[in-house]
């Protein structure tokens, strides 16, 4: 009974719409069933067998991307309970605290898990730097990386000002006021994150939308982008050993001079 269920799901039209390539019998077949499918896309056809060892990685990249969908999906319940307004903040988040059922769980877990990822993602860029994985022709994905570690600083960063406690308050503080000392822009760009000269209403507001919205969509661009590239460039380069490096270097060398 499964044996022929299964089989009419995989004639079924609906199955063939999804599944345009059929059953893969080829090489070629198999490169047309990843290349027609969304799920399946974002990997590369072909890939290094060293680079599916745990030691080549890690898991660190796909570690960070299971961080930060669940930092979304833990962040969309505490919206739920939450007003960006002075004083209803702090009190929204005692509530989460001692009234709402598995709030302080869940606020605990998305605090946890923003500082989880930003070790990993710290680590994903060391992991990269010593692979040699920045260099030709995958420094675009490089830089591409930075700036994604740069906007997981910057979504942590934000999102300390809402809980609306004095240490939220003074750690903001700090740091807009060292932001103000930049050459030029400084002052201007520490005027347009407060709203204002002070640390109020108009600057959690502002920290709510950069934190909720505008960093994470840019996160998400990015991150479809980084992914698209490493499929482009043939997967993730594994650890190449210096002595490899060089025997392979003078293996080029070779060929081309004959």
């Known amino acids: 009974m499964p044996n022929r269920l299964q089989k009419r799901i ?14 893969p019998q080829s090489n070629l077949d198999k490169s047309r069933f990843i290349y027609n499918n969304f799920f399946f896309h974002v990997f590369p056809v072909k ?3 060293a680079s599916l060892r745990f030691t080549a990685t890690f898991f660190l990249g796909i570690i960070s991307f299971a961080l930060f969908v669940l930092l979304v999906l833990t962040g969309i319940y505490l919206m739920l309970y939450y007003h960006p307004s002075v004083p209803q903040a ?3 988040m005692k509530d989460l605290e001692f009234v709402v059922s598995n709030g302080r769980f869940i606020r605990n877990f998305h605090r946890w898990a923003a500082h989880g990822m930003v ?12 692979a040699g994985a920045y ?3 995958k420094q675009f994905n490089w830089v ?12 942590s960063y934000t999102g300390y000002l809402l809980p609306w406690d004095q240490l939220a308050l003074w750690g903001i503080s700090v740091g807009t006021n060292m932001l103000g ?5 400084g002052g201007k760009v520490r005027f347009l994150l407060l709203g204002g000269h002070i640390v109020g209403e108009n600057a959690l507001l502002r920290f709510y939308v950069l934190h909720v919205f505008i960093l994470p969509l840019a996160m998400t661009v990015l991150l479809g982008v980084h992914f698209w ?6 997967g993730i380069t594994p650890l190449i050993k210096p002595r490899q490096q060089k025997a392979s270097n003078a293996q080029s060398e070779t060929d081309h001079e004959a």
């Open 144 to 155: 591409v990386g930075v700036i994604l570690f740069l906007l997981t600083l910057l979504l």
């Open 229 to 234: 590239r490493v499929r482009k460039d043939g």
């Open 119 to 130: 070790a990993v993602v710290f680590l994903h860029l060391l992991r990269v730097f010593y």
């Open 10 to 23: 995989v004639h079924s039209q609906v199955w063939k719409s999804i599944f345009r390539t059929g059953s």
């Open 181 to 185: 000392y930049a050459p030029v822009i």
């Open 135 to 137: 260099r030709p022709p």
């Open 47 to 49: 890939v290094e067998r």
């Open 90 to 92: 702090y009190r929204d």
